[in-house]
């Protein structure tokens, strides 16, 4: 199927003066990316008629789509978000249903642009959820996929918002692939092959106990909070951290990536430089000091509620939750969000700018910048809103299909 065709499909005929052609590029290179993921978009969608579809993007992401589909008489919204494939990371790809919009077209429309302006807020996920929640599952089974924890939240639970991708020590004899190896061979040795600045990473043992987590800070720096004698939050080399807390049984590196922004970037780095800055306060005399691993009152300071907090804005520990037996955690993002920034904001009377500067510094050295605003030629933070004439997942299935035979 030619370009033209392509486009053709979306909705968009002969005359379509209000769009460029650079910016209508974008669909047909959207549909490649639909193809490679028709598993998700028939599990979402099926056969139900899509009515309007929104491109555009936000400081978060530049791929992201607004669908509004007809599902028995009743317009859902759903948002569609992908990362692209980017050195030895490999795409990510989700649809999360954020609103049921009623019968009447014209609101879900309304609607769709109400989404898009939250979406584009310091918190993006507190309209990326359809109840405003998030809940946390623990799987105590280390060789499973959601092991330690997943992070999924609303009415629909095989979601991820923050996507748990695995990096394995496969050992001779195991049926892992061998791909997976290498990449965690090579992540010790090139994290910005693997992680983005601001992603939270954790080390796991063989015996299926973490040993720690960290705040990747790109430029091979990290982040984290650790109690040696006495508490620390501290800038550190990704080599001199895995040397300091791996031995030959550490079995697996996890990247835990927000797919929806919890926190606006330049907040997750006021508030890392913070900690850094006001470590004597995150381990506050009311705290004795120490370094609270098992305490699920809201006051433990291990390196997860570090990490959690700076990142997710929630100050939680799995940690401390498997201590009390917990399976399981649910959160009011809005309020948990709020609490935990004002501890966060409280931790110096004064803005740290030298070390905000800092750690800008290796973000941008990483090459994080704006990478894919324009990918291929294509502008990729063009809007469009077409209005697709026929059930356009349906098509590019059975375009898929005959590509088969």
Known sequence: MNKKNIINNFGVNDYYPEYALRDLKKLWYWN?????????????????????????????????????????????????????????????????????????????????????????????????????????DYNPDSNHY????????GMFKDKEEVKRIELSNAKPG?????????????????????????????IIREDGKMVHTCIYLGNGKICHARFQGEGKVKIENWKDFLFEVMSPIEEKIIRYHPVIAFKNPEEIIRHIAKCVEGEANYYSESKKGSFLIFDNS?????????????????????????????????????????????????????????????????????????????RDGISMEAYV??????TIFKDIVR???DSWR
């Open 32 to 136: 490649a990316i639909l193809k490679r993921n028709i598993n998700k978009l028939e599990g979402n969608f099926g056969d139900s008629p899509i009515r309007q579809m929104n491109f555009f993007s936000t400081w978060w992401n530049n791929n992201l789509i607004l669908v509004i589909c007809d599902h028995n008489g009743m317009n859902s919204i759903h948002l569609i978000v992908c990362e692209l494939t980017h050195k030895k990371m490999d795409q990510i790809f989700e649809i999360f249903c954020v609103e049921i919009a009623g019968t009447w077209l014209d609101g879900a429309k309304h609607k769709t642009r109400e989404i898009q302006e939250k979406l584009k807020s310091n918190n993006p996920i507190l309209y990326g959820t359809l109840v405003g929640s998030l809940e946390v």
């Open 385 to 390: 809103e077409v209005q697709p004439k026929t």
């Open 399 to 401: 375009e898929v299909i």
């Open 298 to 374: 809201g006051n433990s300071n291990n390196c997860e509620n570090f990490v959690n907090g700076c990142v997710l804005g929630i100050n939680y520990s799995e940690l401390a939750d498997r201590r009390w037996n917990l399976t399981s955690n649910s959160f009011n993002l809005q309020e948990q969000i709020n609490s935990t920034n004002s501890k966060l904001d409280n931790l110096t009377s004064y803005t740290p700018w030298s070390k905000i500067s800092e750690i800008k510094g290796h973000r941008r050295q990483a090459g994080y910048e704006n990478f894919d605003i324009n």
């Open 146 to 153: 959601r092991f330690p924890v997943i992070y999924g939240g």
């Open 174 to 202: 195991e049926a892992r692939l061998r791909s997976k190896l290498e990449d965690f061979t090579q992540a010790k040795n090139n994290p910005d092959d693997f992680f983005k600045p601001l992603d939270m990473v954790m």
